[in-house]
Structures are given as C-alpha cells and as structure tokens.
C-alpha cells in the first residue's frame, strides 16, 4: 500500500508543472486525496484537496487559482496542476490520503493515512 508522486523538476518562474500521484495496493475511490508541501526546516503546508463526491476541490489561498487538483479513478491517479510557479513555491510535495486542516474534501478517512515519498519542485531562473 502506498503513493508515489512523479513529475517535479526544475522550472522557470512563470512556468507550469504537474504532479501525479499512483495508488498501488489500493484503490483511492474512496478516499479524498490531499497536496502538501514542505520546505527544509519549515513546517509542512497543506496545498489542497479533491474529494470523493462530485469530485470537490478545496485550496489554500495562497494557491487558488493558480494551482488545480484532479482525479482519475479509473488509472487511480490524482494530479496537481501548477501553473504561474513562483520561487516561492519551491518545496518537496506530497500526496496522501489526508486533507489540510480546515478542508472541506468529503470521502471516507483512512486511518491512518498513506502518505507518498515526495517529489521535489524547484523554481528557479
């Protein structure tokens, strides 16, 4: 059972990436998905969440708008899409069966959560 992210790298400011997430051992059906990110010596940040039903988005304000999560049950993945990167937003990111305090992604809870290795996301020039 576990979550494994892929795509982070190297990009430009202004630039866009996006992240997938791959459920193996498990199906994330039904299970809202949760984005997190951490910086070195910093606490970790809750980034957004999709959910189960009718597939409801929630995002920190920082990111909203610039930043869109997505489902694919049927190849069991989860995307983050980011566009408009700022250095800012330079961060290892997580997925994970957990949703940022203060969320509003419905599903069931799934204790205890699964969480991914992180994939490492650098803004740069």
């Known amino acids: 059972v576990n979550l494994v992210e892929s795509g982070g790298g190297l990009v430009q400011p202004g630039g866009s990436l996006r992240l997938s997430c791959a459920a193996s051992?498990?199906?994330?059906?039904?299970?809202?998905v949760g984005w997190f990110r951490q910086v070195p010596g910093k606490e970790r940040e809750g980034v957004g969440c999709?959910?189960?039903?009718?597939?409801?988005?929630w995002y920190t304000k920082s990111m909203e708008g610039r930043f869109t999560i997505s489902r694919d049950n049927t190849k069991n993945l989860v995307y983050l899409q980011m566009n408009g990167l700022k250095p800012e937003d330079t961060a290892v990111y997580y997925c994970?069966?957990?949703?940022?305090?203060?969320?509003?992604?419905?599903?069931?809870?799934?204790?205890?959560?699964?969480w991914g290795q992180g994939t490492l996301v650098t803004v740069s020039l």
């Open positions: 999709i959910g189960v039903y009718d597939y409801n988005t």
């Open positions: 051992g498990f199906s994330l059906d039904p299970y809202p």
């Open positions: 994970t069966t957990d949703t940022p305090s203060g969320s509003a992604c419905a599903g069931r809870y799934r204790n205890p959560p699964v």
